[in-house]
């Protein structure tokens, strides 16, 4: 049966291209997403600058921020095999044309960049820049240091494969800025000739190795280079794995409809091979080793394009902020593998379930719904789909009454899903009620086109069911996903709400020396101004120790006029030293009050015994220490940014002493610390329409071939007499009903989604957005459902009727 399969596939290009679309497409969104994970899981950060260096040692990545290490232990590093030892610092720096990172000069030997014009800097003076940067040898170049100018000449020229434009300092000058006395950010260690790294590194370990000093090799040091990557990866995972399994039960039900529907119109084909001999198994044998042919060719083909779509999809979300640019993309074996089984069983899990339906009917009976298919209850059918509703159902109550605020969207996006293929898999029960509530106003508004549409709809309904399904599908998760993301955003108070100040100023470089503060207070007209720097920190000895709190360094004199903070006990005029202001949720949690003492490991891993000042309630529900203890303990040793109440017309005046200087009003200042917001809006849509562009294939590719099977049909109907501008008409009025019928229950899988997550938002009991993105989405479910369905049988039409007639009959 199997070379009967392929040989009749030629006859039925059109099946054939339809099913082969769906399952290449699938198995290269699974596979991608697959691909995606493991790049999360990996969490490969491959070394650029400090390539050169075999290994390194620094900090524990695992920080959130970069911690330095003593520079005494370089002479330590010095074990057997070791060739050199160079130490290296790293720290922000304001080019005219952008920003940079500085570093000491001697540790240009770490790196692949050489000087092609020039030399090295050789005292405080001079530096070495990137031959990308525009500069010239002997020319005059100023720099932004920590918001402040400087000038500087440039004695050399470097050039390397590394994109990040790189400063060079001289050694003392470099330590000067960096500006922590006997420590450094890390160790290059280049070996002698003929040693191994593993037994370097194992050496290395024992010498220097501690609980906060790592020794890292092979991809592990692109942590030291770039520290911001640790843990980068953890997004993508939660991504890849939320709308990985979004497209799987989507391609699933893609292929599965496209193969049944394709199995369909082979009905009389199959009624005729019963009637002359051929046994169920052989006719199950024949679906079978079609589809097992197609998908096996889909899924290889699928194969290659999966990793150019992956590298895509990872470039996207890394401009985007989700994952760190330098994370690098890895698709083993383990994601390829998953996703063409996916592929393979879910088509062979549909052909045959339709090559049952079409063996196990008897002879007679086959030929007579060969051409009016009418059966398609089964209790398999309903109890899945009994399971699917139930479970949506479990799932909306659980997101209205359980779940609170951003984190009801981890349930509401599975109940979409199981509510949509409950009803898909209830679909030709549906459509008999809908085509019966549309048959009389689609008859008094269209006349004959309408009445012969809604008899042709009845009569078909199990099909009409099948095209009505991928609209639902599309209508209702564009719906659904697009409105938890407008809804999520609308309850979302953030950044926006804590800010009292009248204006904020940052620099191009994102940091600002601390004595600015000062500084900007005693400007004519101001009322208050706070610095502000943000970092985590955790409270070891708490049982939930691992939960990571926001810590904003903040001066403790102009902190309330600026931030939205409503103390409830002690005063964070009291912020000095070791000293925090608790939020009301974490006190209560840590049974801590004013006076006592709490135990917390900042951001680089440092620990302090932090003395309680103050309670409060919000500005993001954050701790407050003081700004000088904070930025020691963070990467770049600045603070980001000062706010400031009153006094705005006297800011301008600064900007002539430090030209890096950014003055922002608050709404601008709103819009960037609600980026986070900002990116997961863009990185839903991007997955999100990914997805739902696989739908509408889908949509197209059902419907396409709904219309060509009926070439029979239309053939008659020309013979006695229709017109082909009657035909057009009467199908055109089909694909209202069906872009009708799928967006009424697309409605409900998106109302059953959304109300429950408005709820459990803001207590509303409808979803935040604009009425143009639902006008939107059913336009263009329309708009395809009828252009695919006019165009398809407008070509059906251009086969004179009787050689149509003559070749299907």
Request: neutral net charge; hydrophobic residues 50%; contains cysteine.
């Amino acid at each position: 049966m199997l070379g009967l399969a392929l040989r009749t596939l030629r006859f039925r290009i059109g099946g054939f291209a339809a099913s082969f679309i769906a399952l290449f497409l699938g198995a290269a969104i699974v596979m991608a997403c697959g691909g995606l994970m493991e790049s999360g899981i990996r969490n490969a950060v491959p070394p650029q600058r400090l390539a050169a260096a075999p290994l390194l040692v620094t900090g524990d990545p695992s920080y959130l921020e970069r911690s330095p290490i003593e520079a005494s232990l370089a002479d330590r590093a010095k074990v057997p095999g070791v060739a050199k030892v160079v130490p290296d610092v790293a720290f922000p720096v304001s080019l005219p044309g952008g920003d940079a990172t500085g570093h000491m000069w001697s540790a240009v030997e770490l790196t692949p960049y050489r000087v092609n014009q020039g030399r090295g800097p050789q005292g405080p003076d001079e530096v070495v820049v990137d031959e990308k940067s525009g500069a010239s040898v002997g020319s005059e170049i100023t720099l932004g240091l920590a918001g402040r100018s400087r000038p500087y000449r440039v004695v050399g020229l470097a050039s390397g494969p590394v994109d990040a434009s790189t400063v060079y300092f001289d050694d003392a000058e470099a330590r000067r800025i960096y500006a922590k006395p006997g420590r450094v950010d890390l160790l290059g260690v280049l070996l002698e000739p003929g040693v191994t790294v593993d037994s370097v590194r194992k050496a290395l370990e024992g010498a220097v190795g501690s609980q906060d000093v790592k020794v890292l090799a092979g991809d592990e040091r692109g942590l030291a280079e770039f520290p911001d990557a640790q843990g980068g990866g953890e997004g993508l995972i939660t991504l890849s794995a939320v709308f990985g399994g979004l497209a799987i039960m989507v391609a699933m039900f893609v292929v599965a409809g496209t193969l049944g529907l394709s199995v369909q119109q082979r009905h009389r084909e199959m009624a005729l091979l019963r009637a002359i001999g051929s046994t169920p198994g052989q006719l199950r044998r024949l679906v079978l080793g079609e589809t097992a042919f197609v998908a096996v060719l889909a899924t290889l083909l699928g194969w290659p394009l999966s990793g150019y779509l992956g590298q895509l999809l990872l470039t996207q979300l890394t401009a985007a902020g989700v994952a760190p640019a330098q994370l690098g993309y890895r698709q083993g074996w383990i994601p390829v593998a998953a996703g063409a089984g996916i592929s393979l069983l879910s088509a062979m899990v549909a052909a045959f379930v339709a090559g049952r339906a079409a063996s196990v009917t008897k002879p007679t009976e086959a030929l007579m719904e060969a051409s009016l298919q009418s059966r398609w209850f089964s209790v398999p059918r309903l109890v899945f789909a009994l399971l699917c509703l139930g479970g949506g159902t479990a799932l909306s109550i659980i997101t209205a009454l359980v779940m609170s605020g951003p984190v009801a969207a981890s349930t509401a996006g599975p109940t979409a899903m199981l509510w949509a293929s409950g009803i898909a898999l209830l679909s030709p029960g549906a459509a008999k009620v809908i085509i019966a509530l549309l048959r009389w106003p689609v008859r008094a508004l269209t006349g004959l086109a309408g009445y012969l549409a809604v008899l042709n709809a009845g009569a078909r309904r199990v099909r009409v069911a099948g095209a009505i399904t991928p609209v639902m599908l599309a209508t209702g998760l564009a719906t659904a996903l697009i409105y938890l993301q407008t809804t999520q955003a609308g309850g979302s108070s953030g950044f926006a709400d804590s800010l009292r100040a009248d204006a904020v100023l940052t620099s191009s470089s994102g940091s600002l020396p601390a004595e600015l503060v000062a500084e900007v207070d005693g400007l004519p007209g101001v009322e208050a101004a706070s610095a502000l720097v943000d970092t985590e920190a955790f409270f070891p000895d708490h049982e939930d120790g691992d939960d990571e709190i926001t810590v904003l360094g903040v001066t403790p004199g102009g902190v309330t006029q600026t931030l939205g903070l409503d103390v409830t006990q002690g005063s964070v005029a009291d912020l000095r030293g070791d000293s925090v202001a608790l939020p009301q949720k974490w006190a209560e949690t840590l049974n801590a009050a004013v006076g006592d003492t709490v135990k917390m490991r900042l951001g680089d891993g440092q620990s302090v015994q932090a003395k309680v000042v103050a309670i409060h309630t919000g500005s993001y529900e954050s701790a407050l220490m003081p700004v000088e203890l904070v930025v020691a303990h963070t990467t770049g040793g600045q603070v980001t940014w000062v706010l400031v109440k009153g006094g705005t017309e006297a800011l301008s005046g600064l900007t002539a002493k430090y030209p890096q200087l950014r003055v922002m009003d608050p709404s601008e200042a709103s819009a960037g610390g609600g980026g986070g917001e900002q990116t997961g809006a863009w990185v839903n849509y991007l997955l999100v329409g990914m997805i739902l562009a696989y739908t509408v294939i889908s949509l197209v590719n059902t419907l396409v071939i709904a219309t060509g099977e009926r070439r029979r049909e239309f053939a008659l109907q020309r013979l006695i007499g229709a017109t082909p501008g009657q035909i057009l008409r009467m199908v055109g009025v089909e694909a209202v009903v069906i872009s009708v019928g799928g967006i009424l229950l697309g409605a409900i899988v998106s109302l059953v989604t959304l109300i429950p997550f408005a709820m459990a938002m803001d207590g509303s009991f409808w979803p935040s957005g604009p009425i143009g993105i639902y006008l939107t989405v059913i336009g263009a479910a329309t708009g395809l459902t009828l252009l695919s369905t006019l165009l398809s049988t407008a070509y059906v039409l251009r086969t004179p009727p009787v050689e149509a007639a003559a070749t299907l009959s």
